[in-house]
């Protein structure tokens, strides 16, 4: 199927990079990249909060058409939470993507189905879009129940939202025994689970389930990207350890053209 779904490239820095490596490594990541790259595909980097502010200013006093993404943040949009960052604050800097229910937050720092609800509609709410990381750990894929899991996961963040809501959504699907460990899906297995990703949205909002990017997230690197991104239903990826390094990342984002 044909489908008008732009890929994205979204590289999650996790505590990685002092906001003056940042500035660096955005900036030689525009080295690497031309217009032919942006055309094809959308690029994002997720930095440290610390850093936020410096890349956006890299971004746009450079004119670079990377977008700004952002690692986590609270469902409040101010109060006493101290050590939380609001969607607002986060909108206020251009902002236009943030990393939701990632499976370190909710395997390090407890996060539940039911945060990571409130974090998708707030986030929402400040005019950005969730990226709403979904996956089974190796326990769950070996009793079988991959698809159950990541359908729960979709349904409990996703339920009841209006579907030009859902359609603001991305979802990165990321196998946990899969992120830093090096061990990737195999393409064919990971495009079966997005489908599985897909058929969920679909009962929840429809057709909407065609237009939403479902990304792949777990070891991609310049050697895999472009026999996963060949499947038809992966449209793009959530890139950790290979986004790091400027000369990598562009890799990356040139073999899933
Ligand atoms: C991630 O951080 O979401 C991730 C997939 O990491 P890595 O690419 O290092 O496995």
Same mark, same amino acid.
């Given at each position: 199927?044909?489908? =008008?779904? /732009?890929?994205?490239?979204?590289?999650?820095?996790?505590?990685?990079?002092?906001?003056?490596?940042?500035?660096?490594?955005?900036? /030689?990541? =525009?080295?690497?990249?031309?217009?032919?790259?942006? /055309?094809?595909?959308?690029?994002?980097?997720?930095?440290?909060?610390?850093?936020?502010?410096?890349?956006?200013?890299?971004?746009?006093?450079?004119?670079?058409?990377?977008?700004?993404?952002?690692?986590? !943040?609270?469902? $409040?949009?101010?109060?006493?939470?101290? @050590?939380?960052?609001?969607?607002?604050?986060?909108?206020?800097?251009?902002?236009?993507?943030?990393?939701?229910?990632?499976?370190?937050?909710?395997?390090?720092? @407890?996060?539940?189905?039911?945060?990571?609800?409130?974090?998708? +509609?707030?986030?929402?709410?400040?005019?950005?879009?969730?990226?709403?990381?979904?996956?089974?750990?190796?326990?769950?894929?070996?009793? @079988?129940?991959?698809?159950?899991?990541?359908?729960?996961?979709?349904?409990?963040?996703?339920?009841?939202? /209006?579907?030009?809501?859902?359609?603001? !959504?991305?979802?990165?699907?990321?196998?946990?025994?899969?992120?830093?460990?090096?061990?990737?899906?195999?393409? @064919?297995?990971?495009?079966?689970?997005?489908?599985?990703?897909?058929?969920?949205?679909?009962?929840?909002?429809?057709?909407?389930?065609? $237009?939403? +990017?479902?990304?792949?997230?777990?070891?991609?690197?310049?050697?895999?990207?472009?026999?996963?991104?060949?499947?038809?239903?992966?449209?793009?990826?959530?890139?950790?350890?290979?986004?790091?390094?400027?000369?990598?990342?562009?890799?990356?984002?040139?073999?899933?053209?």
């Amino acid at each position: 199927m044909t489908t =008008s779904r /732009k890929p994205l490239m979204a590289g999650n820095w996790k505590m990685h990079h002092t906001h003056l490596e940042a500035i660096q490594v955005v900036q /030689k990541l =525009s080295y690497r990249l031309d217009d032919r790259d942006y /055309k094809a595909v959308e690029v994002a980097v997720c930095p440290a909060f610390t850093a936020l502010r410096s890349v956006q200013t890299t971004l746009d006093s450079d004119r670079i058409p990377i977008a700004l993404g952002a690692q986590n !943040c609270h469902w $409040e949009s101010h109060g006493a939470y101290t @050590g939380e960052v609001s969607p607002a604050m986060l909108a206020k800097l251009n902002v236009r993507y943030v990393i939701v229910g990632h499976s370190e937050r909710r395997e390090l720092f @407890g996060e539940t189905d039911d945060a990571v609800a409130r974090k998708v +509609r707030a986030v929402l709410g400040a005019q950005m879009s969730p990226i709403l990381c979904v996956g089974e750990t190796l326990e769950e894929r070996d009793l @079988g129940s991959t698809d159950e899991k990541v359908a729960g996961q979709t349904r409990a963040a996703l339920a009841g939202l /209006k579907a030009d809501d859902v359609a603001r !959504c991305v979802i990165a699907y990321e196998p946990i025994w899969a992120i830093g460990t090096g061990k990737t899906a195999t393409p @064919g297995d990971a495009n079966a689970t997005i489908g599985v990703v897909r058929n969920t949205i679909r009962e929840l909002a429809g057709s909407v389930a065609d $237009e939403t +990017r479902i990304l792949y997230g777990g070891s991609v690197k310049p050697g895999n990207t472009a026999e996963l991104m060949a499947m038809p239903e992966i449209d793009g990826g959530l890139v950790g350890g290979a986004s790091l390094d400027p000369d990598d990342f562009a890799r990356v984002i040139r073999y899933g053209r």
